[in-house]
């Protein structure tokens, strides 16, 4: 926020970028708010980046699969903990439908854990510096920032915690504590269960501190319908009800992963927050729902791949056991707006254009010849027969 404040005020360029994102962000709302929330999942692919001086700073493969099986359980609302939101906030309370993996390609389409481990002379950190972002600083360069959410991991020595970057924000991603990174390992209570990163990726999904970020005032807002208006931040593990900014009787909803408590304490996003992140991964992050960081490369030039199920990651023959009409690549839409809104929707005939969008990727690398894609279609009825 102290960033991005200084930022506001110094950088006329910056303040313009998140004006317009938040524009973008707003115009997605109205246009496809009211279909409610989405039967697809968006899956992210991340890369981890440790950054590392002592052998404890370089953390365990398993730490970091326990970073994201957190991310994974907190955003579909599969967190063990997800039942302790007071009944008040139960109804709002809900699965963002985003999942999270490590890339399996990496740049110049190389097989890749999605992992990097770069050993540092830099003993630690402070907020501002951003060394850890760039080989020249003694870090590690991004990876596209537009394709993959790029994690930092390293040693911080002045109590941050981390660090999400807006949309629109220079240095792109995610930086996080090493003692304060995923559940199992090396952690340091209260942040050992994985929150730090949930609450980065929120801002980095463009959300915003739920009590508005104004201090002890009750003018700020997080740009969500529904969350109540707070006064201030929260620590520990508070007590409900937290009264202020008159919004008696169920108070602040601390509880929110965009609040300040505890890990133990923070086990909830809303609806409208799942919202804001959703039009912001169809507007300003985009670069996401097209990236190939989570196709694996079949090595072959070209070699083109649709989705099927879920599992589905392109071996031949399919081994999936799942039914073969939820494919994530497949998608109907009522009106010709099928690239700024990725999701089913129930067609309805006579209420205009029925279109369906078909994404098909290449699992092959560096494609160097040119050909026709041809899909070809049935309409299904009691009749039909192919071709
Ligand atoms: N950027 C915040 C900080 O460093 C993150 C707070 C995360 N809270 C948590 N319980 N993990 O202070
Ligand atoms: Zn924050
Ligand atoms: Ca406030």
């Not at 970073?67 to 063990?80: G, P, Y």
Request: glycine share 10%.
């Amino acid at each position: 926020m102290e960033e991005h404040r200084q930022l506001v005020r110094l950088d006329p360029e910056y303040r313009w970028r998140r004006e317009q994102i938040e524009k973008d962000v707003q115009q997605w709302i109205a246009a496809f708010g009211e279909e409610g929330s989405r039967t697809g999942i968006i899956r992210i692919p991340v890369v981890v980046h440790v950054i590392w001086h002592t052998a404890a700073e370089n953390i365990s493969d398993a730490q970091i699969h326990s970073q994201i099986d957190v991310l994974n359980a907190d955003f579909r609302r599969l967190n063990a903990d997800a039942g302790s939101v007071p009944s008040a906030f139960a109804g709002v309370a809900a699965d963002a439908r985003v999942e999270f993996a490590l890339a399996v390609r990496g740049p110049g389409c190389a097989v890749t854990t999605g992992i990097t481990r770069t050993e540092t002379s830099v003993t630690g950190w402070t907020r501002n510096q951003t060394g850890m972002l760039s080989a020249a600083g003694r870090g590690h360069d991004p990876w596209d920032v537009t394709r993959y959410l790029n994690v930092w991991v390293c040693n911080y020595t002045d109590g941050l915690l981390g660090k999400g970057s807006f949309p629109g924000m220079p240095n792109q991603g995610v930086r996080c504590h090493y003692r304060a990174f995923g559940s199992t390992g090396t952690l340091s209570a209260p942040y050992d269960l994985g929150r730090t990163m949930v609450h980065e990726v929120g801002h980095y999904l463009n959300l915003n501190h739920i009590w508005g970020d104004d201090g002890s005032l009750c003018t700020g807002t997080d740009n969500v319908a529904d969350t109540p208006n707070q006064a201030d931040e929260h620590y520990g593990t508070p007590t409900f009800p937290q009264v202020s900014c008159s919004n008696g009787p169920d108070g602040d909803m601390f509880m929110n992963y965009m609040d300040y408590t505890d890990d133990a304490g923070m086990f909830m996003f809303t609806a409208g927050q799942s919202e804001r992140m959703d039009a912001t991964l169809h507007t300003a992050r985009t670069g996401l729902l097209a990236s190939d960081g989570l196709v694996p490369s079949s090595g072959a030039v070209n070699d083109l791949w649709a989705k099927d199920t879920s599992d589905d990651d392109g071996a031949e023959p399919n081994p999936s056991g799942q039914p073969m009409w939820v494919s994530d690549d497949i998608w109907v839409r009522n009106d010709n707006n099928g690239i700024a809104n990725q999701d089913h929707q129930n067609p309805e005939h006579g209420s205009g254009t029925t279109s369906v969008y078909v994404r098909v990727r290449n699992r092959g690398c560096s494609g160097t010849s040119s050909g026709t894609v041809r899909l070809y279609w049935a309409k299904a009825s009691p009749g039909l027969a192919w071709p």
